[in-house]
């Protein structure tokens, strides 16, 4: 076995072809086989009854539901309903489930007293994930073991209602804006909207057409089987850590570039062609060149082989909202150059390199006023009811203790010799 450029021998008992997944070895020293998947990138870890995908054919799925018609057909809430508790809502299950949410959308006065403790130049994801943790404090019972299925639906509620308050508090932090509170006369999305943007002594109209893009976006968002974050979630709920602990987590490992960035490094991409005087074509050609390849971002995904649902649904809806709003930003004007040009281009047709979710999420944050670095929390927002289906499963499963094992690569026994 080969592992960071050393050599280790192990009996082999089986391989793949696959490079990713990594020949099954005898672990030094202890028993029983495991298989070396750093990353868990090719292991089964988990089953899982939420979502699927299938990233040879392009197909994406939540309860057996196509995205395309939830997008299309559904409100983000009946959504998050469907992932939560497997079923889409009755009318009468739906009007209970968002009326009790509205109800829950305050948060505790001495949560603010903690959002004042950030400096202004805390990144909105950090403070994010604080204030959900807080909720641990507010709401010690979510601590508690053996809490009833109402106990846990509770919480459950709590997050889902707190989270658009907490994640525009966050922006305000950020702009030294005082916070709003929560028009509860409006509904998901418009109510997010209001509170990221309204100023004091002035009226705030939420544009339908704004809210009715972020409810799209947010339902593209909602799920998408194991990832780093989801199994962070999950792995931090099996220690029967509170749902609260779990998700802070889980936005945690969604905050790394890596995972919750491309959309951020999009508009970053785009803003450096612009500054290079805008020509999309000559970094399409850069990208093509064999020596040192420009890396073009937003391109391409490490799951799907062909084109990403999501991307299809959101390159119409950012279409449609940057016409219905009017927006001219010349950065946007060269993503839709640099997007024509490769769907247009033999290399990366051949390549499968298609623009993705990212490439035209952060399009429409930026064209519906929601700044960079707010990405990563519109993201979480969006992920938000995943995340609650996957640890609800977990505990539902009474799944064990996540608990990874390891190949040891260090020295051998060694005989300890005194300075
Ligand atoms: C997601 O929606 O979680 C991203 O596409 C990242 C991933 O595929 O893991």
Same mark, same amino acid.
Not at 109 to 123: R, T, V
Not at 175 to 200: I, R, T, W
Not at 326 to 335: E, Q, T
């Given at each position: 076995?080969?592992?960071?450029? =050393?050599?280790?021998?192990?009996?082999?008992?089986?391989?793949?072809? /696959?490079?990713? +997944?990594?020949?099954?070895? *005898?672990?030094?020293?202890?028993?029983?086989?495991?298989?070396?998947?750093?990353?868990?990138? /090719?292991?089964?870890?988990?089953?899982? +009854?939420?979502?699927?995908?299938?990233?040879?054919?392009?197909?994406?799925?939540?309860?057996? &539901?196509?995205?395309?018609?939830?997008?299309?057909?559904?409100?983000?809430?009946?959504?998050?309903?469907?992932?939560?508790?497997?079923?889409?809502?009755?009318? +009468?299950? &739906?009007?209970?489930?968002?009326?009790?949410?509205?109800?829950?959308?305050?948060?505790?006065?001495? $949560?603010?007293?903690?959002?004042?403790?950030?400096?202004?130049?805390?990144? %909105?994801?950090?403070?994010?994930?604080?204030? $959900?943790?807080?909720?641990?404090?507010?709401?010690?019972?979510?601590?508690?073991?053996?809490?009833?299925?109402?106990?846990? /639906?509770?919480?459950?509620?709590?997050?889902?209602?707190?989270?658009?308050?907490?994640?525009?508090?966050?922006?305000?932090?950020?702009?030294?804006? %005082?916070?709003? #509170?929560?028009?509860?006369?409006?509904?998901?999305?418009?109510?997010?909207?209001?509170?990221?943007?309204?100023? @004091?002594?002035?009226?705030?109209?939420?544009?339908?057409?704004?809210?009715?893009?972020?409810?799209?976006?947010?339902?593209?968002?909602?799920?998408?089987? =194991?990832?780093?974050?989801?199994?962070?979630?999950?792995?931090?709920?099996?220690?029967?850590?509170?749902?609260?602990?779990?998700?802070?987590?889980?936005?945690?490992?969604?905050?790394? %570039?890596?995972?919750?960035?491309?959309?951020?490094?999009?508009?970053?991409?785009?803003?450096?062609?612009?500054?290079?005087?805008?020509?999309?074509?000559?970094?399409?050609? *850069?990208?093509?060149?064999?020596?040192?390849?420009? !890396?073009?971002?937003?391109?391409?995904?490490?799951?799907?082989?062909?084109?990403? @649902?999501?991307?299809?649904?959101?390159?119409?809806?950012?279409?449609?909202?940057?016409?219905?709003?009017?927006?001219?930003?010349?950065?946007?004007?060269?993503?839709?150059?640099?997007?024509?040009?490769?769907?247009?281009?033999?290399?990366?047709?051949?390549?499968?390199?298609?623009?993705?979710?990212?490439?035209?999420?952060?399009?429409?944050? !930026? +064209?519906?006023?929601? @700044?960079?670095?707010?990405?990563?929390?519109?993201?979480?927002?969006? !992920?938000? %009811?995943?995340?609650?289906?996957?640890?609800?499963?977990? !505990?539902?499963?009474?799944?064990?203790?996540?608990?990874?094992?390891?190949?040891?690569?260090?020295?051998?026994?060694?005989? #300890?010799?005194?300075?």
């Amino acid at each position: 076995l080969s592992f960071n450029g =050393q050599e280790y021998e192990f009996p082999v008992i089986t391989g793949t072809e /696959n490079e990713s +997944a990594i020949d099954i070895a *005898k672990l030094r020293g202890a028993s029983g086989l495991i298989t070396l998947d750093p990353g868990f990138k /090719n292991t089964g870890s988990t089953s899982s +009854a939420i979502t699927f995908l299938d990233g040879e054919e392009g197909i994406l799925r939540y309860r057996g &539901y196509r995205i395309e018609d939830l997008a299309e057909k559904s409100s983000f809430l009946e959504v998050a309903y469907l992932l939560i508790y497997g079923e889409l809502p009755t009318q +009468a299950e &739906y009007e209970t489930f968002s009326k009790e949410i509205t109800h829950h959308t305050l948060v505790h006065e001495d $949560i603010k007293k903690i959002l004042e403790g950030f400096p202004s130049n805390a990144h %909105p994801m950090g403070v994010l994930s604080s204030l $959900i943790c807080s909720l641990t404090a507010f709401y010690p019972e979510s601590l508690l073991q053996n809490r009833s299925d109402e106990e846990v /639906n509770m919480s459950i509620i709590r997050l889902l209602a707190k989270m658009p308050t907490f994640a525009a508090w966050a922006y305000k932090n950020e702009v030294g804006h %005082p916070v709003n #509170y929560p028009d509860n006369s409006l509904d998901y999305c418009s109510n997010f909207l209001k509170m990221m943007f309204a100023l @004091p002594a002035e009226k705030y109209d939420v544009d339908p057409v704004v809210a009715s893009a972020l409810d799209k976006l947010l339902i593209l968002h909602a799920d998408h089987e =194991q990832n780093c974050s989801t199994s962070t979630v999950r792995i931090v709920g099996s220690s029967h850590a509170s749902v609260y602990a779990s998700i802070s987590a889980g936005i945690n490992a969604l905050w790394g %570039p890596l995972h919750g960035g491309a959309n951020q490094s999009v508009i970053e991409m785009l803003e450096a062609i612009k500054a290079d005087g805008g020509d999309a074509k000559k970094y399409l050609d *850069k990208a093509k060149d064999k020596n040192d390849p420009f !890396r073009l971002m937003g391109f391409g995904h490490r799951v799907y082989k062909n084109f990403d @649902p999501r991307a299809k649904i959101i390159k119409k809806a950012a279409d449609d909202v940057l016409e219905k709003l009017g927006v001219n930003d010349p950065v946007l004007d060269i993503a839709k150059e640099l997007e024509h040009a490769a769907l247009n281009d033999q290399y990366f047709i051949d390549r499968k390199l298609y623009p993705n979710v990212d490439f035209y999420s952060g399009i429409i944050y !930026r +064209a519906l006023g929601i @700044p960079t670095d707010m990405f990563t929390v519109m993201f979480a927002l969006g !992920r938000l %009811p995943g995340w609650i289906a996957q640890w609800k499963e977990m !505990r539902e499963n009474n799944e064990p203790i996540g608990r990874p094992r390891q190949v040891y690569v260090g020295a051998n026994e060694r005989e #300890y010799v005194s300075m």
